[in-house]
Every structure is written in C-alpha cells, then in structure tokens.
C-alpha cells in the first residue's frame, strides 16, 4: 500500500543550509561561525541541520536548554547552552559533556560544587547581561564577580558572551554595549582571566555590527541567518531561503452571494455570480497564524489568493477567482515560491504582526519536514 499524500508539509533544502553556512563563515573570518540550533532549528529540524551545518565546516554547536544538547551529543562536536540551567539539571549537563552557562553567582557555586562531586571538570561560558535586561551576571558587576568565579575549583572558563538586544538598528547603544564588553575582555585578561572564546554577535549583529565579529571577538553565533529568513535589511548576503510551506487543497467551491466564510461570519461574498473558495488543508493547529485571517494571501498554480474569512484549526480558506481551474489536491504555498512568483516568509510574517522566526518554530507536527538536497 502507498503512502497517502501529505496533506501539509514544509520542504526545507539542506544545501541552501550548508551554502548560508559557508557564505557567513566567510564573512566573519576569521572569528568562528557558531550554529544555533535551538528549539528543533527554529522549527525545521535540529538533527538535520546539525548534520548540514557540521557538513559545511562547524565545529560547534549552541543550543539553549539541556534537553536540546542531549539530542546532538550524538553528532561528537562541542555544544554549548546559551540559556539559564536548572539547578536539578546541572549533574546531567556535566555527564553529558555539556558547555554550560553561568549567569550568576549561585549557578557558578552549583556547578563547582556539582563538579568537584563528580571528579570532573567544569567548562563553561560567562554569560554577561550588558543590555539586554534578561540573563547574565551585571556588567557592571561583572570585574568584581568574575574573579571570584575563576577561583572556584573544577570550573574552566572556556569563555564570555552578552547578547545583543537591537543589533539591527546599529545605534550607539549598540556601539556603547561593543565598546564596553571590549573593555571587559581586556581588563579581566589584564587581570590573568583570559577567555579563548569571546563572542557577542547574532545574526542582525553580523550584518550590522562587523566590531562584535573583530578582536577581542573571535566568535559568532547565528540562528535565523542559517534559514535565509532574515529581511533584507538585516542581511545584506545572498543568503537562499531554506524552507517552503506547503499544503494541499482539499475541497473546491462555489460559493453564491450573499453567504458567509469560515467562524464568525467575518467574509461575505458580494460578487452577483458568487466566488469560487479553496479549502487548504493548514490551520492555526499547524501553526499557520490566525491573525493571517482576512488579510493574508497563498500561492495557488503561481498566483497570489487572498484568505476569506478566519483561519481555522484544521483549515484556511481561499478565494481561487484569479485561478478558475484550481482542482481539490493542488499544492498551495503558504510562505515560499511556487512557478515564478515568491511570498517570502517575511512578508506573511508581517501580514500576521509577527516575525519570520515564530512562523517556523510554531509549526505543528502534523507539519511533515521534508529534507531535500536541490544542489
């Protein structure tokens, strides 16, 4: 018996992963290029995009949780938690070879403690709150502190990090945040406190921000870049859109005038011979966003058809009066390219108030990943 065809699916291009690994590598030579593949690879497939991004040259790996490293152990490269651990999380980092966190002082005594209990040594990174109001010991506290945690037994710190919270708008706080972790860096290796990992950088800060990816920064890590779903703006490289969401129609009608679409009677068809509706087989359960009702659009045969009415659980509905010979089973685009027209992931996040990176990582598991290799 043959499998049934997918009802809704998106396709993701493993060598459009590995072409914007390279190119960004490229571009921040000679710091190192940290893939962040965390929350399944903002949706598309942790496993898979380990196994592209390792295939293009990475070394290493970041993540955000403990259960997201145990998952690419498997892969024999460092990975490194950018996130807070648990306190009941921190044995299990360490047998797993984890790089951990610390992002303050009660953790750092934790892990020390942790590790001289499992004769083992500690390698962390220090996560340093220097603008983004979220997790890290205080910059300005930072010079007191960091000492003290270098001195505890069975901790190696491996390195130093800060995360930036607008590096897209590339302003003077931006610059004030660069300068200051700089200065931080070399007061505490004038100190004897040296890091052989020094990383501020993310995706926005990688085309806006070339001092986060130059001495004292040798690192830089990038999520949304590897996707090829940052706007244009915010990533001035030829980076290849990696994934496409698809689905399938599954009812076609004619719908006369006067009757309504879809809950909450939100739509009316007006046109005096009626309007000719799709059924696409994708809903908010699938992640397709809600706030896409009434105002979003899909690719049908190539052209653009505007949602009517509310976007459902289950389904979206369509009009198809620009494409009369839609038939029930076509594929429909839902963000990606379809013939010679494109609805780029970043205009439908838009159209839904959000980001391109909710639209992958709220994919539902009805969603089928589909891996191909279009080199």
């Known amino acids: 018996m043959s499998a049934p065809p997918l009802r809704s699916w998106v396709e993701i291009d493993t060598s459009a992963w590995r072409a914007n690994y390279r190119q960004l590598a490229a571009a921040v030579h000679p710091s190192e290029l940290v893939p962040v593949i965390k929350a399944n690879a903002y949706g598309l497939g942790a496993a898979e995009g380990a196994r592209a991004f390792r295939a293009a040259g990475a070394r290493r790996f970041a993540v955000s949780c403990l259960e997201e490293g145990l998952q690419l152990t ?8 950018l996130g807070a651990v648990l306190p009941d999380e921190v044995p299990a980092v360490l047998q797993a070879g984890l790089i951990a966190p610390i992002t303050d002082m009660a953790t750092a005594g934790l892990i020390s403690r942790t590790a001289e209990r499992l004769r083992r040594n500690a390698v962390v990174h220090l996560k340093i709150d220097s603008g983004m109001g979220r997790l890290g010991i205080p910059l300005d506290q930072a010079r007191d502190l960091v000492p003290e945690i270098a001195a505890l037994p069975r901790v190696k710190l491996e390195g130093i990090f800060s995360h930036f919270p607008a590096a897209e708008l590339a302003d003077a706080e931006t610059d004030t945040q660069v300068s200051a972790m700089g200065e931080l860096i070399r007061d505490l290796e004038a100190a004897g406190i040296v890091f052989k990992f020094r990383h501020l950088a ?5 085309a806006h921000v070339p001092a986060a990816f130059r001495p004292p920064f040798n690192m830089v890590r990038t999520g949304i870049d590897l996707h090829g779903h940052l706007s244009a703006d915010c990533a001035p490289y030829d980076l290849q859109p990696a994934a496409t969401l698809k689905a399938r129609l599954v009812a076609v009608r004619d719908v006369p005038k006067g009757a309504t679409v879809s809950y909450g009677r939100h739509y009316t ?11 696409v087989a994708a809903g908010y359960a699938d992640g397709y966003p809600r706030h896409l009702s009434g105002r979003g659009t899909v690719l049908v045969r190539g052209t653009r058809c505007p949602i009517r009415g ?8 369509v009009s198809l009066q620009n494409v009369p010979e839609a038939e029930v089973g076509d594929e429909v685009v839902l963000f990606g390219r379809q013939g010679d027209e494109t609805l780029g ?6 159209a839904a108030g959000t980001i391109s990176y909710e639209l992958t ?6 969603v089928k990943r589909i891996y191909l290799n279009r080199a």
Request: hydrophobic letters at 40%; a negative charge.
């Open 310 to 317: 509310n976007v459902c659980m289950d389904f979206t509905m």
């Open 361 to 366: 990582c709220r994919l539902g598991p009805r």
């Open 202 to 206: 993310n995706s926005p800060g990688v």
């Open 345 to 350: 992931i970043n205009e439908v996040a838009e």
């Open 74 to 81: 498997v892969f024999g490269l460092p990975t490194l938690l």
């Open 269 to 279: 068809v007006t046109d005096l011979s009626g309007e000719k509706i799709g059924v």
